[in-house]
């Protein structure tokens, strides 16, 4: 049966540096000891003026294709994953198939925030699954949210980051390898929690939003603090129960890396050691859409895994989106 596999992976991150030391600058309060032993976030990075997501995952795009060693011109689809998109319309997956080349690649955005990553590797999986003619399919996670933070708000400006990353697809019919199993919810009913709730159709972008920051991204409402990690714990477990595998044969997680505390927390509820998930905040704060990927893409630049490697990619994002899925390497 045809199936997909991950061959390659890529990740970018933009070279300015922004330590905690200037947010305590910026709201006059200590806020770094805070991050460290809370979250681990010691830095993290920021587009420059002139610097643009767009940059971001070209470069993620073509390290992953050079790790591939395929050509531009060899990817047939293209998934980008972002609610920071290049623009509103049109898709910032046609911006770069334009600027990287990818001339025969059809392309599309998707949009479930931050659980943006596993849901287009979800995607890209079903799309080769279903049409013979794709041999390469790259799905990317791509991340700009400095350019929506309101520099003077401490619940949000102090974790949010940008990044791009990629992974490229390809078909298999080799028996257990690749995809073994996926899952998707959405919790609705949390869709007004946290967003950017201005500058689209039902509050267009005015003068008064731009006053009120509307046009800014803003946590409206606390989160259960529990709701994490019940909801990353069960769908693991569901997707290592359809994929026909045991929790403890997982080798590597990629989390949604937002509270290292949320993590350990599934790793402890799931049995596993807390270093099975690959955490990257520290260096890169909390990247979103892109940081599933970026953690991947760490992994594999560290040789942490082995071919016949179990892992799982688990995200959540705004909406609320949930996406897990798991592969053998």
């Known amino acids: ?52 997501v767009i940059d971001l995952c070209q470069k993620a795009a073509e ?14 689809l293209l998934i980008i994953a972002t609610d920071t998109p290049e623009y509103i319309s049109p898709s910032t997956a046609s911006v770069l198939q334009h600027k990287a080349g990818m001339t025969n690649a059809a392309t599309f955005d998707i949009n479930t925030a931050c659980a943006g990553f ?11 699954k279903a049409n ?60 007004d929690y946290m967003g950017i709730y201005s500058g ?4 267009p972008t005015t003068e008064t939003a731009v006053q009120n920051q509307d046009h800014k991204l803003k946590f409206v409402k606390k989160f259960p603090k529990e709701l994490n990690p019940i909801m990353w714990t069960d769908m693991i477990r569901t997707v290592a129960e359809r994929g026909g595998f045991d929790v403890s044969e997982i080798k590597r997680a990629y989390m949604t890396q937002i509270n290292i505390n949320q993590i350990w927390e599934t790793m402890d509820n799931l049995g596993l050691p807390r270093d099975t998930a690959t955490t990257i905040m520290d260096t890169y704060g909390y990247t979103g859409s892109a940081a599933i990927g970026m953690a991947m893409d760490t992994s594999v630049r560290k ?20 996406a897990c899925n798991a592969f053998r390497w």
């Open 63 to 76: 390290n992953a294709m050079n790790a591939a060693e395929v050509n531009p011109e060899d990817i047939d």
């Open 1 to 52: 049966m045809r199936n997909a596999r991950i061959i390659a992976t890529g990740s970018a991150a933009p070279e300015r540096v922004v330590p905690n030391s200037w947010f305590n600058e910026r709201l006059g309060e200590d806020v770094d000891t805070w991050l460290v032993e809370n979250l681990t976030i010691r830095e993290r990075r920021w587009l420059s003026d002139g610097e643009s």
């Open 200 to 203: 689209a159709v039902a509050h």
């Open 303 to 322: 040789g942490e895994l082995e071919r016949g490697d179990i892992i799982v990619c688990m995200g959540s994002g705004g909406g609320l989106s949930f």
């Open 118 to 128: 596993v849901t287009a590797l979800e995607t890209g999986v079903n799309y080769i």
């Open 132 to 191: 013979e003619r794709l041999k390469k399919v790259m799905v990317m996670g791509a991340y700009g949210m400095s350019r929506f933070l309101n520099l003077d708000d401490k619940k949000t400006v102090t974790l949010f980051a940008d990044g791009a990353s990629a992974a490229i697809l390809e078909p298999t019919v080799e028996a257990g390898s690749g995809y073994l199993a996926g899952d998707m919810r959405t919790r609705g009913e949390y869709h």
